[in-house]
């Protein structure tokens, strides 16, 4: 079995911290290096629920993409939620290790794991990276799609590939335009109005967009906006994460045994859709899925 310092070396190889940005909180946040690593779990948030997951499945490891401490904090007591995380980690003798914006802008990486559980071709990233001669790394990607979809038939895609949530797909700009090309970003993506306006793209599929720059995007342009759930952009990265580390676990020997949790961690549980007037508001129409149809999304 390899040591946790050995797995952690190999993790930032795939994920190096210098690439996360200054004020990120990325790496390993409890662990002793020299334990033994056998299990590992790969989730989204170092939740309670999560880490209470990764005690039942006896695992060595649990490696999320958000951080458990983003900001600075004078108490790990158990008496907080994030040191009750803290506590139960050590207890159980599990390390933790986070992946942040540099899983975001890896290669591969969030928003090619996005891409991918969509279905479309990554042509570039949205935002390269400029340390990167290959010009392969970056924030966001812009895909092609091997056939035109209206707007309303790629957010039924989209609510049928990615997780299921409460929120499911929002949809802002006409439902029936073309969809020939797409900028996606995993997580919150409002900040990258200006580079995907520059882009040229037909649509755009991130998370967490907020009133007035949503409004100004489709009032000046013709872009179709698709806004689903944080939780939801960004778990097909663990399937990624969990891929890789099983590919460096067969090629070195070390037998990791790599599982993804399939626990919703978003936070919203419930949807109750508003009375649409038929002549303002349409609806994106019953042949949207239902949850039950989700592909490749966790129980």
Same mark, same amino acid.
Request: net charge negative.
């Given at each position: ?36 690593? !056998? ?31 983003l900001r600075g904090t004078t108490t790990v007591a158990a008496s907080h939620f994030k040191g009750r995380v803290v506590h139960t980690l050590i207890k159980n003798d599990i390390a ?9 802008? &890896? ?33 966001? !990607? ?27 797909? !929002? ?20 900040? /990258? ?26 009032? =000046? ?6 806004? &689903?759930? =944080? ?24 037998? /990791? ?13 419930? =949807? ?9 508001t349409p609806a994106l129409g019953s042949d949207t899925p239902a949850e039950s149809e989700t592909s490749g999304a966790p129980n």
């Amino acid at each position: 079995m390899p040591r946790l310092s050995e797995v952690i070396t190999a993790l930032e190889n795939l994920w190096p911290a210098e690439r996360a940005e200054s004020w990120d909180a990325v790496g390993t946040v409890v662990g002793d290096p020299d334990q033994e690593v !056998r299990r590992v779990l790969i989730a989204v948030d170092p939740v309670q629920e999560i880490v209470d997951e990764a005690v039942e499945q006896d695992a060595d490891l649990l490696i999320t993409h958000h951080p458990l401490y983003l900001r600075g904090t004078t108490t790990v007591a158990a008496s907080h939620f994030k040191g009750r995380v803290v506590h139960t980690l050590i207890k159980n003798d599990i390390a933790l290790h986070v992946a942040h914006t540099n899983a975001d802008t &890896a290669d591969p990486g969030v928003s090619d794991a996005l891409a991918g559980a969509l279905g479309v071709r990554v042509v570039r990233p949205l935002v390269p990276d400029p340390t990167d001669p290959a010009g392969r790394r970056g924030l966001g !990607r812009i895909c092609e799609l091997d056939h035109p979809l209206t707007v309303r038939e790629l957010a039924a895609l989209a609510a049928r590939r990615l997780p299921a949530t409460a929120q499911g797909i !929002r949809v802002a700009g006409d439902p029936e335009a073309v969809v020939r090309t797409l900028a996606v970003s995993g997580g919150s993506g409002d900040s /990258l109005f200006d580079q995907v306006r520059a882009a040229g793209v037909d649509a755009f599929l991130t998370a967490d967009l907020r009133h007035h720059p949503a409004s100004e995007a489709v009032a =000046h342009s013709p872009l179709a906006l698709l806004d &689903a759930a =944080h939780w939801a952009t960004e778990w097909p990265w663990c399937e990624l994460a969990a891929a890789q580390l099983d590919e460096i676990s067969d090629r070195r020997g070390w037998g /990791l045994r790599v599982q993804v949790s399939r626990t919703v961690t978003d936070p919203w549980t419930a =949807h109750a859709a508003s009375v649409r007037p038929s002549t303002t508001t349409p609806a994106l129409g019953s042949d949207t899925p239902a949850e039950s149809e989700t592909s490749g999304a966790p129980n």
